[in-house]
């Protein structure tokens, strides 16, 4: 039987950007909120990869910090193996829950402690879990550089000695080094080189294999996602708008954001496709349009998409947020006949 | 051995090294690579993590800092040598002349300031503008990187941003004063395919219109098919193979470009596992004899494993490798 690890439900994030009060009455202009997440729901089953993909400031990374709890959720919940964690109170109530979940960083350099030695670095979550104990937390550090590709005599240098993927390997190293259960991958290797990168794909899929880990995995390039996942989220401006199975996902997306999305895919092939860029300018979260936020960018938007927000519904085993597929006047994907 | 479109390179790097000091003597990070850009010209830097790729960026926009520093050859900007200035000419060639864009987009931004403040000094500083005149170039640099909303983002601090909208901050910062060069380190790591492209057509017209030269690292080989002109891979400080990019993509002749290109995820194609290039890149203190990719290479020879080569041309396309040495086997 498949079980939820995670449950996320109605998830929203809003942050008051506005200027102070007093540059307000003096220059005016009002308040002003970015609403970063906006209602998002959905679960993660043991052993799978969830990948969240959309557009830069789409809001993944503030679903990532809500989940580990670096950011309280405005409203909703976040459910860790049926434990609610989605008020402070009660994320405090479970340390145990807390400690099981680990998030590698988006920025590699701002989460190394620059005046910690990378052996530290790498050590604290051992020690915190108190894994190992004396000189078996310096073994178990040597064993985790090895795994990343690094050396165990780089425990002894500092993080401004490492190159940029090199650094983004030592939060990698970090972050298995708590043994957790959930992992939270926040672009873990956008930084790195495509041979480093399979590397650490790959050791990324033994583990999950050989000690049942979850992930939660974004990034924005779609054939490391192709590649890694179980299920695919893709989201907009604060919104999941589908996910299903990865498979289904590239091979039959419904959400025309989610076509966009692959259309415009760079051609390695350099076959002479040219890829589409996703067309119209990207809506502020600051000012999102009503109805549907897609809509002013969206080829089948009618009238009812300027005014209501389409719930998520269920077509098998797609989940789309769309009015056109609800309606059933979307047409059928390029691909979808071969697929 | 560089194949130029036109004569005088913007920039030239000949027979640079790069050391960093240590008390068991000095470690060799760069190890006499030459090439050059022309006007308008993207050159693409590819390689592994560690090859040296951004040190190279750095040694040229001068910011090396102790241990590390250039300890053989010369960098030259439209023929003046820039690699032994004083500390304050230098500043001044940066942001004016050469505009960077760094890896690490806390380099260039300050936690305390508004991104309009950041944006606002640098243009100043640099082109002879009053407040508005600024702060209007401001908000069109942030449109042109796509950052939504650009009016009301203004500003914001930097933590208000996404990640991705914190690169493309740093790249605007590094336009605003016009540059001729542009060392642009890993600029589109954290964004997503629409805003790549976004950012790749803006650099594009740059290089077209004003005919600013571009050095754009990155590993994203996708990104360098599209923009590149040519690209040069590097591996453990050296370049191993330079020329124009369809060549190199399409028919990559070393052996360690050959292995790039096979470690590429793509959709569509299942597989288990994704190619690795079995091993890793050795750490500076331990470059091994010869040839630095013998231990790796699977056309491995005796001769790689005792002389070093040199890049050997080979059509428009150099090749550090002894495959491609007439003399032969
Ligand atoms: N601390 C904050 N204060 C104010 N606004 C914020 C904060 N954190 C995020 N935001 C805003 O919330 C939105 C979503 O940001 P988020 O970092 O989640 O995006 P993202 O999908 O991770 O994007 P990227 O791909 O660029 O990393 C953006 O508009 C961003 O500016
Ligand atoms: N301050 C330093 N002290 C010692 N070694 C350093 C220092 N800075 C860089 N190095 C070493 O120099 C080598 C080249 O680093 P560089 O940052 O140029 O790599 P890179 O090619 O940009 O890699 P990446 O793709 O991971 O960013 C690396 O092995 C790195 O460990
Ligand atoms: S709801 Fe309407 S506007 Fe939104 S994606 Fe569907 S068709 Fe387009
Ligand atoms: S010189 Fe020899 S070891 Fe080096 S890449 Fe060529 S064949 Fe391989
Ligand atoms: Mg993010
Ligand atoms: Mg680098």
């Known amino acids: ?339 | 051995m560089a194949t130029d479109r036109s004569n005088v390179p913007l920039l030239e790097v000949s027979n640079l090294r790069v050391e960093f000091a240590t008390r068991r003597g000095p470690l060799v990070a760069i190890d006499d690579i030459s090439f050059s850009i022309a006007p308008g010209e993207v050159l693409g830097v590819v390689g592994e993590s560690g090859a040296g790729k951004s040190l190279t960026g750095t040694a040229i926009i001068g910011l090396l800092e102790p241990p590390g520093g250039i300890t053989a050859g010369e960098i030259r900007l439209a023929g003046r040598r820039i690699d032994n200035l004083p500390h304050d000419e230098m500043r001044k060639i940066r942001g004016k002349e050469i505009g960077a864009i760094f890896q690490d987009p806390l380099t260039s931004l300050n936690p305390l300031y508004r991104v309009s403040e950041q944006l606002i000094e640098t243009i100043r500083t640099h082109l002879p503008m009053d407040a508005s005149q600024a702060r209007a170039r401001a908000l069109t640099l942030l449109q042109e990187v796509g950052i939504p909303g650009a009016a009301e983002r203004l500003d914001h601090y930097p933590h208000q941003f996404s990640g991705g909208m914190r690169q493309r901050v740093v790249i605007a910062l590094a336009l605003a004063a016009e540059p001729k060069l542009i060392v642009a380190d890993e600029p589109t790591t954290a964004l997503d395919v629409s805003i790549q492209a976004q950012i790749i057509s803006l650099l594009k017209r740059l290089c077209r219109e004003h005919g600013t030269a571009v050095m754009l690292i990155t590993h994203d080989m996708g990104v360098i098919a599209e923009t590149a002109d040519r690209v040069a891979v590097m591996y453990a400080g050296r370049i191993a193979e330079i020329g124009p990019v369809q060549d190199v993509v399409k028919r990559p002749l070393h052996p360690y470009t050959t292995g790039l290109m096979g470690a590429i995820p793509a959709i569509g194609h299942d597989v288990h596992a994704l190619t690795q290039i079995d091993g890793s890149m050795p750490r500076l203190d331990s470059i091994p004899r010869g040839c630095a990719f013998n231990p790796r290479c699977t056309k491995v020879f005796d001769r790689c494993r005792v002389e070093r080569p040199d890049p050997i041309p080979q059509g428009r396309t150099a090749v550090a490798c002894w495959l491609y040495d007439g003399a032969g086997r």
């Open chain 1, 1 to 339: 039987m498949s079980e939820n690890v995670l449950r996320v439900t109605e998830l929203k994030r809003y942050f008051d950007v506005s200027k102070p009060l007093l540059n307000r009455i003096l220059e005016g202009g009002g308040r002003q909120v970015v609403r970063a997440v906006d209602g998002v729901s959905f679960e993660i089953e043991r052993g799978e990869t969830f990948s969240l993909v959309g557009e830069s400031g789409c809001g993944k990374s503030t679903v990532a910090r809500l989940i580990v709890g670096l950011y309280h959720p405005s409203d909703g919940d976040v459910e860790f193996e049926g434990v609610s964690l989605g008020r402070p109170a009660s994320r405090a109530r479970h340390p145990e829950k807390q400690a099981r979940m680990q998030m590698i960083f988006q920025d590699p350099y701002a989460s190394l402690n620059p005046r910690w030695r990378v052996g530290d670095i790498i050590a604290e979550p051992i020690r915190f879990r108190k894994l190992e104990q004396g000189a078996a937390v310096m073994e178990r550090v040597g064993e985790l550089l090895k795994l990343v590709g690094l050396a165990p005599r780089d425990a002894a240098k500092y993080p401004h000695e490492f190159s940029g993927g090199q650094r983004q390997r030592i939060s990698i190293a970090r972050a298995l080094a708590g043994k957790p259960d959930f992992l939270v991958c926040d672009e873990p290797t956008s930084a790195l080189d495509v041979s480093v990168q399979a590397q650490i794909l790959n050791l990324m899929k033994e583990l999950q294999k050989e000690l049942n880990l979850t992930y939660l995995f974004i990034s924005h390039n779609l054939a490391v996602v192709y590649h890694v996942s179980t299920k695919v989220g893709v989201m907009y401006l604060g919104r999941l708008v589908e996910w299903s199975e990865t498979k289904t996902l590239f091979g039959n997306p419904l959400h025309p954001y989610s076509r966009m999305l692959l259309d415009a895919i760079p051609d390695l092939e350099m076959s002479g496709r040219a890829r589409t860029p996703v067309g119209g300018e990207v809506p502020s979260p600051i000012n999102p349009p009503p109805g549907c936020s897609f809509h002013p960018r969206c080829p089948f938007a009618n009238e009812r998409c300027k005014s209501e927000v389409p719930a998520v519904l269920s077509y098998g085993s797609q989940h789309v947020a769309c009015h056109a597929v609800q309606e059933g006047r979307l047409p059928l994907w390029r691909d979808a006949a071969a697929a």
